[in-house]
């Protein structure tokens, strides 16, 4: 079976400061990865994903991440947050055997201040 | 616009009563995919449908019941059973229900339900 824990379950930042939110994962298959985030009362919004080939990814508004087969990792980064960064943000993952389904982490709220 | 519609935007349950959740999508997807959110504890999956006539339970299926006669719909109805049946749910599609860049899910807007 496969899980995803998203290590923090709030971020608080200041603007312009750079950030990271973690995700691990766990799983016995190759796995496909994904970052999503979502703005309050709204649906998700697909950031960035990796499905093969280079292991750093870069996603829009500027956030990027990087899988990491051996720690078993994919954690986002952005090197400056924006005020409307703050959204709550979901790491995901799928294998070969799930028939296209994902499983989420708990998620992580980014909260940007002034 | 191409997208996934999700309607209402708020619902409200009586005690015993059925109510039925909308998705349609125009992105020709095969795939649809009902998720619950409640806080903290991320999306889970309530069902998913990868062809028309066909659809599998998820992770919390009991109390929820879906269709999938035609390929753009995949209504949700939250029974009578759902004893907790508060939430915001999600609909999502994607391309092919199998693996790769065609599993990519997107998502609709959103309806959140109450009970009164």
């Known amino acids: 079976a496969q899980s995803v824990t998203q290590l923090d379950s709030q971020v608080p930042v200041f603007e312009e400061a750079p950030v990271e939110l973690r995700c691990n994962y766990s799983s016995s298959v190759s796995v496909y990865l994904f970052w999503y985030v979502q703005y309050p009362n709204q649906g998700l919004q697909l950031l960035l994903k990796y499905l093969s080939g280079s292991t750093l990814v870069k996603g829009i508004n500027g956030f990027e991440a990087e899988f990491n087969k051996s720690q078993t990792s994919f954690h986002l980064r952005k090197p400056s947050v924006h005020i409307s960064d703050t959204a709550e943000y979901f790491c995901a993952v799928t294998g070969y055997n799930q028939g296209g389904k994902l499983i989420f982490g708990q998620g992580t709220e980014l909260s940007v201040k002034p | 616009d191409g997208g996934i519609t999700q309607s209402p935007k708020y619902l409200f349950r009586k005690e015993g009563q059925n109510v039925t959740l909308s998705c349609e999508q125009n992105l020709n997807h095969d795939a649809m995919y009902w998720y619950r959110q409640d806080p903290g504890q991320g999306l889970r999956l309530i069902y998913y449908s990868q062809i028309v006539n066909d659809f599998q339970k998820g992770d919390i299926a009991e109390g929820y019941s879906v269709s999938r006669e035609k390929k753009e719909s995949f209504p949700l109805t939250v029974t009578s059973a759902q004893k907790n049946p508060t939430a915001f749910y999600l609909c999502?599609?994607?391309?092919?229900?199998?693996?790769?860049?065609?599993?990519?899910?997107?998502f609709g807007a959103g309806t959140r339900l109450s009970v009164l």
């Open positions: 999502a599609s994607s391309i092919s229900g199998i693996l790769g860049a065609k599993n990519i899910q997107y």
